[in-house]
Structures are given as structure tokens and as C-alpha cells.
């Protein structure tokens, strides 16, 4: 009953935490940026450069605090610090006041998702509970993907742009107050080896000592690096290919939400034998499919279609690739490990913003979008064999450090 009540809180906080901030990215930041600051695609790459390397800082400082600490606590204290730098960025009425404005923002709000993504086997250690904690965690994510873009949507064509930041930082609070309520038991610290940055680092040896976990997040920075070319460039296919407004921007945000909530639905439903590599390998092909469905024509009706199908396929690789990861890290390594995860995500969305600019300008917004999705179709079938084998090689039940090889000083014990 009380690992329920527990879950339906994350669930909760996580929900509204997603909901403001979806809606502040994609109506606050991006629309911001290309609608009514008229960012070029380099300007907007610099935007976006900053908010990941943000996210990257925030992201692996997030791992060292959850095992420091606890995700209760850093996901409660997280939110309390996002209040004002939410607000803040309605201030910014010019690119460089919000790469500033947007970075600290980032900076702040990654502590909330990484303690958001290792909360589930805090909750339990029972591998089928776990997968089930996974798939509602990221579906109310998924849910909040729905209603925030449209929430935002909302706002912009009968308000004000920055009312979404007002709106993120009153979800924030009522979600830091939900967390509040969760109960856990104390929380046991991993020990301490050097300073914050050591212990960051540390997580990284960890992540790639274990085959299995190097393997899923490298999975997912394959997603990532196709992500980080739409966030380059996908406001600018909507404003100068397809010829719309930025409501249409969170429009079909919203429907590419709902095919996350589709996608984790289908995922809480599969069969404990799925939660593979293989399937994970599988799972970002249909998502790369999606991506260039989702960009090959200006018509809106393709482009829905699009939406909800790379939805579906992210709404079952992401709770995915986080069930795998937790079922093969070990315990008192987990939030650096989810921490060396996220900064894999946010440097895969960074790296695209080198050069999507540059390929824009020489092939095109719409060519270039599409060669990101086909990118990751063509790894996941490069990807494919080595995921077999990977799974055949795989221990029964969770894997321990000694399976791992990891390299370190410090003690470990098995994965519960």
C-alpha cells in the first residue's frame, strides 16, 4: 500500500513538474526565440547550446546529489530553487538575455529530472513493480507532454508568451509540496571518494564498466543526437516550411505527447521477457521512421501523423532504457549513473548544434531534418547485432558488479 501511495506522488509531481516546463520550452523558450525575438537557425542553435550545456552541468551535479542525499530531497529542494529562475526568464527580450536567462533555468531544473528518473527503485525492488513504477513515471511525463505544449499553445494565442513561466513555476511548487509528502526510508549515502566532481566522474567509470549499461545509454544518445537536430531547426521548419504560427508548434508537440503516453502505456503491457537491448534497439529505428515521417511534407496532416507515431516509439524506448538501466546498475551508484545518462542525452542534443546550422543553410531545414531521422534508423540496424549478443550474454535475474569489471575503490554490493 505505501510503495502505491509513494508512486501515485511521483507520478503527481512528476506530471505537473513536466507540465509547466514543457510549456515554457516549447511556447516560453523556442517560440520565444524564433516568433517574437525572430532568431536565425545560428541563433537559435546558440540558445539551445546553452540550455544543454546546462543541463549537462546540472544533470551529472543532480547523480551526485540523489546519492548523496536521496531523490526526495533533491527533488524538493530542486523545485523550490526552479521558482525564481523560471520566473526570471521573463526577462529576456533579447537572444543574449535568454541563453543566459534559459541556461540558468536549465541549470536549475536538472536536478528535477534526474531525481524524477532514479526515484523508481527507491520505491521497490521487485523487478515486474519496477518496470510497472518505470512506465507510470514516464507515461505521467508523457501525459504532461500532452498538456503542456497544448497548455502553452493556449496561452500564446489568448495571452502572453510569459505567462507559461508563471504557469511553470506555480507547478513547481505545488509539485515540491507533493514530493514533501512521500515517505521513504532514511536515506543511506554512498560513500564519499573526493569532491563533487570526482564523484561525478565516477558515475561515468561506473556507466561504462558495465557492458549492459554502457550499451543502453549509448542506445540512447543515438536518440539524442537525432533530437538535438530537430532542436536546431524545428521551430524553423514550422515558421519557413510549413508556413504557420507558434501555436502549431505546440500543437503538434502535444500530439507527439500523447504517442509518449501511447507508447508507455504499450510498454507497461509487454511481457518481462522485452525489456531487452534487442528491443531497445528496435524501438529507436521506429522512432528515427517517425522522425522523418514527421518532417517529410509541409502538410499538417502528415506532420500529425508523424507526431504521434515518434511519440509512440519514445513512449516505449524511454521507460525502456530507464527499467535496464536501473535493473543493472547498482544501488548506491544509481543517481550518478541516471546523472552520466542525462549528460549523455543533453551532450547528444548539444553536439547536432555544431553543424545543423551550417547543413541548413547548405541543403535546406527540411533535407536536413530528415537525414537526422534517417541517421538513426541506419544505427539501430548497424546496432542490432551486437544487442543479440548482448542479451544472450546477459546473467539471469540483476546484474552484479562482479559481472561488470568496474574499476573502483570504493565498496560495492550487488544490485537489489
Known amino acids: 500500500m505505501l510503495y502505491r501511495r509513494n508512486l501515485m506522488r511521483v507520478v503527481a509531481a512528476r506530471f505537473l513538474s513536466r507540465a509547466g516546463s514543457e510549456a515554457a520550452f516549447f511556447i516560453g523558450v523556442w517560440g520565444k526565440a524564433a516568433f517574437e525575438l525572430q532568431a536565425t537557425?545560428?541563433?537559435?542553435?546558440?540558445?539551445?547550446?546553452?540550455?544543454?550545456?546546462?543541463?549537462?552541468?546540472?544533470?551529472?551535479?543532480?547523480?551526485?546529489?540523489?546519492?548523496?542525499?536521496g531523490p526526495k530531497n533533491v527533488l524538493i529542494y530542486s523545485h523550490v530553487l526552479f521558482v525564481p529562475a523560471a520566473l526570471a526568464v521573463v526577462l529576456a527580450d533579447s537572444i543574449p538575455r535568454l541563453v543566459v536567462l534559459a541556461?540558468?533555468?536549465?541549470?536549475?531544473?536538472?536536478?528535477?529530472?534526474?531525481?524524477?528518473?532514479?526515484?523508481?527503485?527507491f520505491l521497490t525492488s521487485h523487478a515486474e513493480e519496477l518496470k510497472r513504477a518505470n512506465a507510470l513515471i514516464e507515461g505521467a511525463g508523457s501525459a504532461a507532454f500532452v498538456l503542456g505544449p497544448a497548455l502553452g499553445a493556449i496561452i500564446a494565442r489568448y495571452a502572453t508568451v510569459d505567462l507559461v513561466f508563471y504557469v511553470d513555476a506555480?507547478?513547481?511548487?505545488?509539485?515540491?509540496?507533493?514530493?514533501?509528502?512521500?515517505?521513504?526510508?532514511?536515506?543511506?549515502?554512498?560513500?564519499?571518494?573526493?569532491?563533487?566532481f570526482a564523484e561525478a566522474t565516477r558515475g561515468l567509470r561506473v556507466t561504462y564498466s558495465i557492458p549492459s549499461v554502457r550499451f543502453y545509454?549509448?542506445?540512447?544518445?543515438?536518440?539524442?543526437?537525432?533530437?538535438?537536430?530537430?532542436?536546431?531547426?524545428?521551430?524553423?521548419?514550422?515558421?519557413?516550411?510549413?508556413?504557420?504560427?507558434?501555436?502549431?508548434?505546440?500543437?503538434?508537440?502535444?500530439?507527439?505527447g500523447?504517442?509518449?503516453?501511447?507508447?508507455?502505456?504499450?510498454?507497461?503491457?509487454?511481457?518481462?521477457?522485452?525489456?531487452?537491448?534487442?528491443?531497445?534497439?528496435?524501438?529507436?529505428?521506429?522512432?528515427?521512421?517517425?522522425?522523418?515521417?514527421?518532417?517529410?511534407?509541409?502538410?499538417?496532416?502528415?506532420?500529425?501523423?508523424?507526431?504521434?507515431a515518434l511519440g509512440t516509439a519514445a513512449g516505449v524506448f524511454s521507460p525502456l532504457q530507464r527499467t535496464l538501466i536501473h535493473r543493472d546498475t547498482p544501488h548506491e551508484y544509481l543517481g550518478r549513473v541516471i546523472g552520466a545518462s542525462e549528460v549523455h542525452h543533453r551532450g547528444g542534443e548539444l553536439?547536432?548544434?555544431a553543424f545543423a546550422p551550417?547543413?541548413?543553410?547548405?541543403?535546406?531545414?527540411?533535407?536536413?531534418?530528415?537525414?537526422?531521422?534517417?541517421?538513426?534508423?541506419?544505427?539501430?540496424?548497424?546496432?542490432?547485432?551486437?544487442?543479440?549478443?548482448?542479451?544472450?550474454?546477459?546473467?539471469p535475474g540483476p546484474v552484479e558488479l562482479a559481472h561488470a569489471s568496474v574499476t573502483t575503490d570504493e565498496p560495492i554490493s550487488p544490485n537489489p
Open 41 to 69: 537557425a545560428t541563433q537559435l542553435a546558440v540558445v539551445m547550446f546553452a540550455l544543454s550545456m546546462a543541463l549537462i552541468i546540472g544533470s551529472a551535479a543532480g547523480g551526485v546529489l540523489v546519492d548523496r542525499y
Open 358 to 395: 551550417l547543413l541548413a543553410a547548405t541543403f535546406g531545414v527540411q533535407p536536413t531534418l530528415i537525414a537526422g531521422g534517417l541517421g538513426m534508423v541506419v544505427i539501430a540496424l548497424a546496432a542490432l547485432m551486437a544487442a543479440t549478443r548482448l542479451d544472450r550474454a546477459m546473467p
Open 351 to 353: 553536439l547536432p548544434l
Open 103 to 121: 541556461g540558468i533555468w536549465g541549470l536549475v531544473g536538472a536536478p528535477v529530472l534526474t531525481a524524477g528518473a532514479s526515484f523508481a527503485p
Open 258 to 308: 500523447l504517442g509518449f503516453v501511447l507508447g508507455a502505456f504499450a510498454f507497461d503491457r509487454l511481457p518481462g521477457s522485452t525489456v531487452s537491448a534487442k528491443a531497445l534497439t528496435l524501438s529507436i529505428g521506429a522512432i528515427g521512421l517517425g522522425a522523418v515521417l514527421y518532417v517529410l511534407t509541409p502538410r499538417i496532416a502528415v506532420i500529425a501523423m508523424g507526431a504521434l
Open 170 to 196: 506555480g507547478a513547481s511548487v505545488v509539485a515540491a509540496i507533493i514530493a514533501w509528502s512521500i515517505v521513504l526510508p532514511p536515506h543511506v549515502p554512498s560513500p564519499k571518494s573526493g569532491g563533487a
Open 217 to 256: 545509454v549509448l542506445a540512447g544518445t543515438t536518440v539524442w543526437l537525432g533530437f538535438g537536430v530537430f532542436g536546431a531547426l524545428e521551430p524553423l521548419f514550422f515558421r519557413d516550411v510549413v508556413g504557420v504560427g507558434v501555436e502549431m508548434i505546440g500543437w503538434m508537440n502535444s500530439l507527439v
